[in-house]
């Protein structure tokens, strides 16, 4: 097994986006900011903001576009075309590439892709239900990752249909949970089966790290290069466990190549973002690609789950050791 290069991956991953969400090319020219400021000016006061109020589509209201936000995004691609007349390659603007809004959703392509892998995520609980008796050992538990994942997935979509500093945060500390759950869940399949002690510290553990981590981004300073580490960081542990975990039942479980999989693969498709080239269409990014891969990855980890907590259940009836 080769665990070093998805975990460099990541962490190469990471630092790319600390330096694409800090700095902009786009909106700190004096073009883009001329115009916004000219925009809001001429239309977001007094009966023109009215007049632009009473234009506006009811579902741009409930998701929160303002006249100001309108002036950017118009004047984002005012920006855009100048820059493509001079021969220049496309800028970001606002840690972001420019995207063509379908309705209300500012990243149309990522925002599907978000809703898929929440939706892929459901059916195979549902099947998982359907299929695993509530009595196998570990039934609770991935009933309640599989909830901590639908959570994030819901907040991902709601964050790429639109960016604000609400839905930034939630997308980001739910993506976190999950990685943290993921550790819990394998502590519980590896330890905490024949150690329940032991996944209980670890679980409480966990706990105090997430509240620690959101408390810290929340109070005291929304500390991106922080977000990432911290991230790339418990991300190598989970990578590392599982896999152990994998290697070390390579023997004796026949599907435990699909968990090994399923762990590779996330971190290998991680790359993808590192493409970061201009939307294609103003709609396909390299994130977008990336969201729309994981969504098969949803139907391989579940069926492992399925093939697990089936033989754990099994191994309980008949009184054998859980390895």
Same mark, same amino acid.
Request: charged share 15%; glycine share 4%.
């Given at each position: 097994?080769?665990?070093? =290069?998805?975990?460099?991956?990541?962490?190469? =991953?990471?630092?790319?986006?600390?330096? *694409?969400?800090?700095?902009?090319?786009?909106?700190?020219?004096?073009?883009?900011?001329?115009?916004?400021?000219?925009?809001?000016?001429? $239309?977001?006061?007094?009966?023109?903001?009215? &007049?632009?109020?009473?234009?506006?589509?009811?579902?741009?209201?409930?998701?929160?576009?303002?006249?100001?936000?309108?002036?950017?995004?118009?004047?984002?691609?005012?920006?855009?075309?100048?820059?493509?007349?001079?021969?220049?390659?496309?800028?970001?603007?606002?840690?972001?590439?420019?995207?063509?809004?379908?309705?209300?959703?500012?990243?149309?392509?990522?925002?599907?892709?978000?809703?898929?892998?929440?939706?892929?995520?459901?059916?195979? /609980?549902?099947?998982? %239900?359907?299929?695993?008796?509530?009595?196998?050992?570990?039934?609770?538990?991935?009933?309640?990752?599989?909830?901590?994942?639908?959570?994030?997935?819901?907040?991902? #979509?709601?964050?790429?249909?639109?960016? *604000?500093?609400?839905?930034?945060?939630?997308?980001?500390?739910?993506?976190? @949970?999950?990685?943290?759950?993921?550790?819990?869940?394998?502590?519980?399949?590896?330890?905490?089966?024949?150690?329940?002690?032991?996944?209980?510290?670890? &679980?409480?553990?966990?706990?105090?790290?997430? #509240?620690?981590?959101?408390?810290?981004?929340?109070?005291?300073?929304?500390?991106?290069?922080?977000?990432?580490?911290? $991230? @790339?960081?418990?991300? /190598?542990?989970?990578? =590392?466990?599982?896999?152990?975990?994998?290697?070390?039942? %390579?023997?004796?479980?026949?599907?435990?190549?699909?968990?090994?999989?399923?762990?590779?693969?996330?971190?290998?498709?991680?790359?993808?973002?590192?493409?970061?080239?201009?939307?294609?269409?103003?709609?396909?990014? @390299?994130?977008?690609?990336?969201?729309?891969?994981?969504?098969?990855?949803?139907?391989?980890?579940?069926?492992?789950?399925?093939?697990?907590?089936?033989?754990? =259940?099994?191994?309980?009836?008949?009184?054998?050791?859980?390895?």
């Amino acid at each position: 097994m080769k665990y070093i =290069l998805p975990a460099a991956a990541t962490v190469a =991953l990471l630092l790319a986006l600390v330096t *694409t969400v800090q700095s902009s090319q786009g909106d700190k020219e004096p073009v883009y900011r001329d115009c916004v400021k000219l925009c809001v000016r001429t $239309n977001c006061t007094g009966a023109r903001l009215r &007049g632009f109020q009473s234009a506006q589509p009811h579902y741009m209201a409930l998701t929160g576009w303002t006249c100001r936000d309108d002036c950017r995004y118009q004047c984002m691609w005012t920006t855009v075309g100048l820059y493509q007349a001079e021969g220049y390659r496309v800028p970001q603007f606002h840690g972001k590439w420019p995207f063509a809004r379908f309705l209300c959703f500012e990243e149309p392509a990522s925002a599907l892709a978000s809703l898929l892998n929440g939706l892929a995520c459901l059916l195979m /609980l549902l099947r998982y %239900r359907s299929t695993v008796p509530r009595q196998s050992p570990m039934y609770h538990t991935i009933n309640a990752f599989s909830l901590v994942s639908l959570n994030a997935w819901f907040w991902s #979509t709601v964050f790429h249909t639109r960016d *604000t500093y609400l839905t930034e945060k939630m997308d980001y500390f739910c993506a976190t @949970a999950v990685i943290l759950y993921s550790i819990y869940l394998c502590c519980v399949r590896t330890l905490g089966l024949r150690r329940p002690a032991v996944s209980s510290i670890v &679980g409480v553990f966990l706990i105090l790290a997430f #509240t620690s981590h959101v408390s810290y981004l929340t109070f005291v300073s929304f500390d991106y290069g922080y977000n990432m580490a911290a $991230n @790339a960081t418990i991300g /190598l542990v989970n990578l =590392l466990w599982w896999l152990c975990w994998c290697w070390q039942n %390579r023997g004796t479980l026949p599907y435990w190549w699909k968990c090994g999989l399923v762990v590779l693969l996330l971190h290998g498709l991680a790359l993808l973002e590192l493409l970061d080239f201009p939307p294609m269409l103003w709609i396909l990014d @390299a994130h977008a690609v990336w969201h729309l891969s994981t969504i098969p990855v949803h139907f391989l980890f579940y069926s492992f789950l399925i093939d697990d907590s089936l033989y754990l =259940l099994n191994t309980e009836k008949m009184g054998v050791k859980v390895e």
